[in-house]
T-cell receptor, first 114, second 112 residues
Framework: DGGITQSPKYLFRKEGQNVTLSCEQNLNHDAMYWYRQDPGQGLRLIYY???????QKGDIAEGYSVSREKKESFPLTVTSAQKNPTAFYLC?????????????FGDGTRLSIL | GENVEQHPSTLSVQEGDSAVIKCTYSDSASNYFPWYKQELGKRPQLIIDIRSNVGEKKDQRIAVTLNKTAKHFSLHITETQPEDSAVYFC???????????FGTGTRLTVIP
């Protein structure tokens, strides 16, 4: 969906470094989500946010942090505490935080360790 | 919480044949069931979804069926084409949940 923009497309992290993945949406959606996808695997929820200034941990939040200061932005920081950060990271949004709404995904960021 | 299981994990069909992917869910309160298609290295895209007040929904060559009693739903693709080759994910959720719960994916290969 052209309404969700993730950047950068590729990112390399050095050991001990924090890196931040950007996710911006212009769909006026209330809820935003971060997923991690490992090769050949499904989608695992890292964090989600139903409204501005509020966010909740997903299934694999350890080693990650987020903020939601603006409705359209939900950046994800991969901290040095995340020992195995190599994965494909997908950001998504939905019109509301209710579970029975479709989620729309960005193009993803592929993170690798140098 | 909700648990969604998806089968098979891989599926190969000849071009023109049909493909069926099945998912089961555990939470009887779930009332929304989307299907996503993800091509290699790209974003998952919603291809069809169904809500629990209907048993079947069709969109051209794609259909989804829902059996609420048995708590399973299936994706049917007819007259498959090479461009249908991708990974397909099912998901389930209900109004009070905060998120979609995804299956582990099915890699569909359509052989020309």
């Amino acid at each position: 969906d052209g309404g969700i923009t993730q950047s950068p497309k590729y990112l390399f992290r050095k050991e001990g470094q924090n890196v931040t993945l950007s996710c911006e949406q212009n769909l006026n959606h209330d809820a935003m989500y971060w997923y991690r996808q490992d090769p050949g695997q499904g989608l695992r929820l890292i964090y989600y946010s139903q409204i501005v200034n509020d966010f909740q941990k997903g299934d694999i939040a350890e080693g990650y942090s987020v903020s939601r200061e603006k409705k359209e932005s939900f950046p994800l920081t991969v901290t040095s505490a995340q020992k195995n950060p190599t994965a494909f990271y997908l950001c998504a949004s939905s019109s509301t935080g209710l579970g029975n709404q479709p989620q729309h995904f960005g193009d993803g960021t592929r993170l690798s360790i140098l | 919480g909700e648990n969604v299981e998806q089968h098979p994990s891989t599926l190969s069909v000849q071009e023109g044949d049909s493909a069926v992917i099945k998912c089961t869910y555990s939470d009887s309160a779930s009332n929304y069931f989307p299907w996503y298609k993800q091509e290699l290295g790209k974003r998952p895209q919603l291809i069809i979804d169904i809500r629990s007040n209907v048993g079947e929904k069709k969109d051209q060559r794609i259909a989804v069926t829902l059996n609420k009693t048995a708590k399973h739903f299936s994706l049917h693709i007819t007259e498959t084409q090479p461009e249908d080759s991708a990974v397909y994910f099912c998901a389930a959720s209900e109004t009070g949940a905060n998120n979609l719960f995804f299956g582990t994916g099915t890699r569909l290969t359509v052989i020309p």
